[in-house]
């Protein structure tokens, strides 16, 4: 048995080893450990303290949501700041602005050519007419690209995750057509908050903050010989844009929304009564 004084124990918990270790998490490991030493003599946190992180800890892992905790902290903003800076160090074109992935993507959405539907008709909201193409950094068009878009409904919500939606809506894959078009029709999205009373939320409110997102709709786009984007677009006017808890608003993601309401473009985009218009162009990086 040993005595250790807490430097001693940080030492050896830092070190112990008997077989090869990955390295990398070795000294990320240590760090961290070695904050959370200081962080616990610093504000001199007590066992009941303790015990109250790590049972919240365990209640985020049970409900999924370290991936919800993560953007309100920054983290994935800073991950897309920090590859801007790889961008523009190594002096290349980067296209349209990157933006969060977030934590509610999911893969595999129905895939169509040129245009889509994204909603099911089940949700009254304004509906959406967006229209654009996928070009090169050098303003051409991306036959073949693929547009995978998600957003959530007028409530806020977005399938898969709210299982009052049917799965796949407000979630298709666009494959843009030989101009590099893509078109879809959906309905306006609300903004998003994250669940209530979860253990995120509790965390949230202790900081003195809301967990409410802005009005947006995502992309993932993706062409052969291309950089994949991961994007958002902004609707504006919404109270929370530049009040984002995951901090992913962008300027010039902020699209312009065009009202139509002339019975003729009404009746001939199919509609039967007004609607929003966003136009937006993606670039693409090269690979
Ligand atoms: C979260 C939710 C989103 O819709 C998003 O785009 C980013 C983050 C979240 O719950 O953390
Ligand atoms: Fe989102």
């Not at 010989?225 to 530049?242: A, F, K, M, S, V």
Request: aromatic content about 8%.
């Amino acid at each position: 048995m040993a005595e250790y004084s807490a430097a001693a124990l940080l030492d050896v918990v830092n070190t112990k080893h008997t077989a090869p270790a990955n390295e990398r998490v070795r000294a990320i490991t240590a760090r961290i450990v070695a904050d959370l030493f200081r962080t616990i003599e610093d504000f001199d946190i007590t066992h009941e303290e303790f015990l109250t992180a790590i049972k919240w800890l365990n209640e985020v892992g049970q409900g999924d949501q370290f991936g919800l905790v993560a953007p309100g902290l920054g983290f994935d903003r800073l991950l897309d700041i920090r590859a801007d800076e790889a961008d523009r160090r190594s002096g290349r074109l980067a296209g349209t602005p990157r933006a969060i992935e977030g934590p509610l993507y999911i893969p595999g959405a129905p895939l169509s050519k040129y245009e889509a539907r994204l909603d099911d008709g089940s949700d009254a909201a304004e509906p959406l007419i967006m229209e654009g193409c996928v070009l090169d950094t050098g303003g051409r068009a991306i036959p073949d690209a693929i547009v995978d878009v998600w957003h959530a409904n007028s409530k806020g919500g977005y399938s898969h995750f709210d299982p009052s939606q049917k799965p796949y809506n407000l979630r298709r894959r666009i494959q843009t057509d030989k101009q590099g078009r893509y078109r879809f029709r959906s309905i306006m999205p609300s903004g998003y908050a994250v669940p209530p009373d979860s253990p995120t939320e509790r965390f949230l409110k202790a900081l003195g903050r809301h967990g409410r997102r802005p009005a947006h709709i995502h992309f993932m786009v993706s062409a052969a010989g291309h950089r994949t984007l991961t994007t958002q677009i902004n609707i504006p006017g919404d109270e929370y844009l530049n009040d984002d808890f995951a901090f992913a608003t962008r300027d010039e993601l902020v699209v312009t929304l065009e009202s139509i309401d002339d019975p003729a473009r009404i009746a001939a985009a199919g509609e039967d009564r007004p609607y929003a218009r966003i136009q937006f162009a993606f670039a693409l990086a090269s690979a």
